[in-house]
Structure formats: C-alpha cells, structure tokens
C-alpha cells in the first residue's frame, strides 16, 4: 500500500456499478493494495448495512476499520490519504474547477443517462436520451477547459474527472451496444471520444474494467428480459 496507513483497505462494491469501478480507479491509480468485497445487493451483508447505515448503498471504503461512504468523498479521501500521483490539483481555484466537472457529471450526465435504462417507454428513453447528449456536448467544453491541450482532464495525467468519469466507460460501451447511441461520437464531443480511447488504453483501466462491458451488456440484456416479463425495472447494478 503506497502512502501512509498501511494496515488495511477493503471496498465493498459490485462489480457493474460505475461508482464502485470509479472507487476501485482511484485507489488503483494511487497503488493502494485493498480487498474488493462483493455484495448482493439484494441481500445485503451485515458488514454494508452496519458501514453505511444512511444510504445502505456501495461503493463503501473500509481503512483501518474506519468507512468512508459514497464514491465522490471516497475519492477525496483516497487523494488525501495515500501517496502516489494527486488527483486533484494543488491550485485551490482548479480544484474547484474540478470538483464542479464532478458534480456536473453526476447531475447532468448520470442522472438522466440512469433514466434511460429504467423508463419504459420509448418516447421517454427518447427523452431522456436528449438530455443526456445535451450533458456530454457541455463536456466536451469541460474537457476542453480542464485540460489546457493536455490529454486528459488532468491535463498530461489522470486527474479527479477523469476518474470520476472513467467508471462510467463500460456504460458508454454498453449504451452503443444496447441503444445503438455512441455517446462520444467523434464527430459530435472529438475530445471526449479521444479522451475514451486514450483512457480505456491506460493499464490501470483495462486491469480494473477488463471484461465489464461484455458482461454489463449481458447483464442488461437479462435485467430487460425480466423487466418485459413484468418484474419492476432496475438498472444493473441494483437488485
């Protein structure tokens, strides 16, 4: 384990949710050794429910005994905790800057995107679908301002947005492949369809996805089964 509290880490996740890979990135990207402990989200252990008794959701980060819960402050305390390359930058001001790209992702981007696998009817997913390539066109300029020509949002190196948003590739994948939308198309966001190549490239990336997109899509192709069956819909990685 790099940097200071060498005693132990475990992250309780599963392994489809964006927010737990976006977890699982960062200490990854810090060289934080830990344990990754799945859960059933439908029947959650003692351990989840007593770590995060608020949200009883995942990712949970477990140092020294102590949790630390939801997937943005997890990857604050990773930077702040552990040696290793920074994810946010020193400037208060670009930290700042970087902690709204942050938010923007996760209120712009995720929440309508979330929408399109849970509606059920076309003209909504339709809808939501919109809303959801109207955040990424705003990205693209996020990007763009982020990085200062530099290769990620970072700049020459991974940074807190883009690991922020590098939990969600598999699901870019897994939208082109389901919903025949590429979300990062290079015409439309260049910079972001750059960005998914060069970041999906990166070894710390293939080692911590490795073969979620194939399995998310088959995941989702059971969960639309179930759904068209008259179960109630779900995203993936929710019970």
């Given at each position: ?36 402990v799945n859960e059933d989200l ?149 910079l972001l369809a750059a960005w ?19 399995r998310l899509v088959e995941l ?20």
């Amino acid at each position: 384990m790099a940097g200071g509290g060498e005693e132990e880490a475990k992250l309780l996740g599963t392994w489809a949710s964006p927010f737990v890979l976006r977890a699982q990135l960062a200490l990854s990207f810090k060289g934080v050794s830990f344990e990754n402990v799945n859960e059933d989200l439908c029947n959650k252990s003692d351990l989840l429910l007593r770590s995060n008794p608020v949200h009883k959701a995942v990712p949970v980060l477990i140092h020294n005994g102590r949790p630390v819960c939801e997937s943005l402050v997890i990857l604050q305390y990773v930077d702040e905790t552990f040696g290793g390359p920074p994810l946010l930058p020193a400037d208060p001001y670009e930290r700042a800057i970087a902690r709204f790209w942050a938010a923007f992702i996760m209120d712009k981007l995720v929440a309508p995107w979330q929408k399109v696998f849970t509606t059920k009817t076309e003209e909504e997913k339709a809808e939501w679908m919109e809303q959801t390539l109207a955040a990424v066109d705003v990205l693209e300029g996020g990007l763009k301002e982020c990085s200062k020509g530099g290769s990620f949002f970072g700049g020459d190196n991974v940074g807190y947005v883009d690991v922020v948003l590098g939990g969600a590739v598999p699901w870019i994948y897994g939208t082109e492949a389901l919903c025949g939308t590429r979300l990062f198309d290079t015409s439309r966001v260049p910079l972001l369809a750059a960005w998914l190549e060069r970041f999906g490239a990166l070894d710390v990336a293939k080692a911590v996805m490795a073969d979620v997109p194939t399995r998310l899509v088959e995941l989702a192709k059971m969960k639309r089964a179930e759904a068209a069956a008259g179960a109630a819909a779900s995203l993936p990685f929710d019970c």
